[in-house]
């Protein structure tokens, strides 16, 4: 709660389109109740006013898919670990550190993580947690103890928190977890969803997160779907980020994961599902994942050597785009959308790929950054700066030297293919200024 | 000219390894007396200290190939601009800004771009310059007229300079310069030799740069190289970097544009030949260009289309590769790097590509954008911070949140494959700072 607000600056963006000397209105929940270009308001600003001057605001950039604490392991994998180096050996060191972190530890890498996403102008992270329990896999005296201390981090530094809880359960088909994997396990899916209803009560945002279906077997896979459809819960799930996930998939179901998934009952709602990666996905895949939303993570594809995501494929097939940073290696939303367009110019050889519609490509990109990414995480009322919606906004420094020559119309392109996180000013969450 | 100083930081770069307190005491002409551990200096400094405090001094980043006036369409050229939007059609737009540039309009956005560079940690850029005459061919009353331009805005900012002096004179194997492509064009070889003269009798350190066998015939190719060569001048040029260049090529000539340049004399020298992009060759092409550099230009590369450098396979045939900002969309020298590791990594699906010895990848991706480049350029005094060297350095704000949680150990890794230019905080060319 604050006091009604209005806000304006030189430039912002409202429905995906640039509007000069644009106000919103805002209420003391952080709803806004006008939007619209200042000249087009009749009366003066009510309550104060925050003019954030030559700046450009747009929606709050949406991470639609982190694990906070692998930013404690930024910069320590890029070594030769292994005779060959690939994702697989990079889980090995990831797992490593996972298994030392304390609930104190925890917050400490998650608030670091969060606050560094603030500062590159998200808003909004759905957190895909899976450190659940003792090292030795035993529950701490509240189960959901590492669970809380996400919450608590998130509360503390101010950005608006989805919290996807990862349900795991084995290494693969047939093979009991690793000792390494003991703490991300619940003993079943009732202990599981006995923790999310504990969460729900006490009024977290929860997504449920079968982990994969390498981690999951199809008998909890299938229980889970029912519960996240009867609950109307947005669910992830890391869907083919490697290609020996599908052979696994294929060799346990004779079938892709996202085939697996789609019989298990996860598609039955529209943008109900997330799909996180689905890098190694046919037209078949595509197909059924119409109408639902891959969650690519550009900067983390390439470093985990994953491959590209066939996004403008996923596009043409009616599949919604979102973006996560994944690893928070990099936190950097402009960098993500920036990758997954680049990524397309390098695969066809040709340029502007994942232009929507008229408004262009800037504004396509940043569709993809925020209104995609709240709803592929249940939220409605964010992503967008109209009335209604949360007013969550980054203020993108129009004076920044990057901008420099760059004109009013070119002004959105620029930022979303040429620019960096470094141009994000300030933040606000919920009609609060959350700039770190 | 300066006085003597001395300059400590807590961690700077020697030689490719990280030193803890190091301390370089460089002399008027801004050259390196000594350099080390300032433990093992005896003697306190002398002169001016210049402490950078909690930084991580590195070498200055070298731009090897860079269009500075392209710098004035950043942002501009991500709509929809043809039915079939490429290489091609950027390059219509692209020249068109070119022929609204008149002497001061070209100081103005040169100027522009070089701030940026040093901004970004870019101590020495190698200007690949090809707008030399006006708008209709004729030459203005100094046929010099805009590489002094060139050469003043380099001055003005204190950014090192070696002017990569374009020849440029058709369309194409048998066509006519095109008309927006006339003011790029000398009469003939002997009237850009004269002005190549001009240039370096006035003390610019000039390369000899024919545009790409597309725009230069092969006659004209033998006389530069033996030009070149007798001068022992680098020498750059465009390679293959769209695909239909090895084809006119191979029709033309019945060889690859590597081909040709290797018959027409351009790689006598070692180190002596810079091919820029190169990305349209294959295994004989690379056992041609051992010895030499290949410039890559990751940020330009994907964003026109232009496909990946094979960056791994140029290495184990034994030829260097360095960075360039080119088209200037993006000013940012760990970019450049990092996404040249990271197209190895979305190529090969595996991690730690371009790692060259026991120093690590972060090590071997600074020398790519440091020492590469200035060897590319013939500069063999700069792109370490060794004695005998010029101090050109760029300041990393070692306290920067991006940083956070990372220990020295991981400092240079996470630098160079987890930032961005934002975290550059100073620059020093020749002893003299030079922060914009």
New interface residues.
């Given amino acids: 709660m604050t006091a009604p607000k209005t806000f304006v600056a030189e430039l912002g963006v409202i429905g995906g389109r640039l509007v000069s000397r644009p106000r919103w209105d805002v209420d003391a929940d952080g709803r806004i109740l006008r939007a619209g270009a200042s000249a087009e308001f009749e009366a003066p600003p009510a309550g104060a006013t925050r003019d954030f001057g030559r700046a450009l605001v747009v929606p709050g950039f949406v991470n639609a898919h982190s694990h906070a604490f692998q930013?404690?392991i930024?910069?320590?994998?890029?070594?030769?670990?292994a005779a060959?180096?690939?994702?697989w050996?990079?889980r090995t060191a990831m797992y490593e550190r996972a298994n030392t972190l304390d609930p104190d530890g925890l917050f400490a890498?998650t608030r670091?993580a969060f606050?560094?996403m603030l500062?590159a102008g998200f808003t909004t992270v759905g957190e895909f947690h899976y450190v659940h329990h003792q090292p030795d896999g035993r529950a701490y005296d509240d189960a959901n103890e590492l669970s809380w201390q996400v919450v608590r981090a998130a509360q503390d530094v101010g950005i608006r928190l989805v919290l996807l809880e990862v349900f795991y359960q084995r290494a693969g088909a047939g093979r009991e977890a690793l000792a390494e994997q003991r703490r991300f396990c619940d003993r079943d899916v009732e202990a599981y969803l006995a923790r999310v209803e504990a969460l729900r009560a006490a009024g977290v945002s929860v997504g449920l997160a079968p982990h994969s279906v390498r981690a999951v077997a199809r008998p909890d896979l299938e229980q889970l779907a029912a519960y996240g459809a009867r609950e109307r819960l947005p669910m992830h799930a890391h869907v083919s980020e490697q290609r020996r996930e599908n052979d696994e998939c294929l060799a346990e179901h004779g079938c892709s994961p996202t085939a697996l998934l789609g019989e298990c009952g996860f598609f039955g709602r529209p943008r109900g599902f997330t799909a996180v990666h689905a890098i190694a996905t046919d037209a078949d895949d595509r197909a059924r994942l119409r109408g639902q939303t891959v969650c690519a993570c550009p900067t983390t594809e390439?470093?985990?050597?994953?491959?590209?995501v066939e996004a403008s494929e996923l596009r043409s097939d009616g599949v919604a785009l979102a973006v996560g940073s994944d690893s928070n290696?990099?936190i950097?939303p402009i960098?993500e959308v920036r990758l997954l367009e680049?990524?397309e110019?390098?695969r066809?050889?040709?340029?502007?790929c994942l232009?929507g519609d008229e408004r262009?490509?800037?504004a396509s990109l940043l569709e993809i950054g925020t209104v995609a990414g709240a709803r592929s995480l249940g939220l409605d009322h964010v992503g967008d700066l109209v009335v209604g919606n949360a007013f969550d906004a980054a203020v993108i420094d129009r004076r920044h030297?990057?901008f420099?020559?760059?004109?009013d119309d070119?002004?959105l392109?620029?930022?979303l293919?040429?620019a960096?996180?470094?141009v994000v000013s300030h933040v606000v969450v919920g009609g609060v200024e959350r700039t770190?």
């Fill in positions: 930013r404690a930024r910069g320590a994998t890029h070594r030769r670990l060959r180096d690939d994702f050996s990079w890498i670091v606050r560094e500062r390439a470093d985990l050597g994953d491959g590209l290696a990099i950097d960098q680049m990524g110019r390098l066809s050889r040709r340029r502007i232009a262009g490509l800037g030297p990057l420099a020559e760059v004109t070119a002004i392109d620029a930022l293919t040429c960096t996180a470094s770190p």
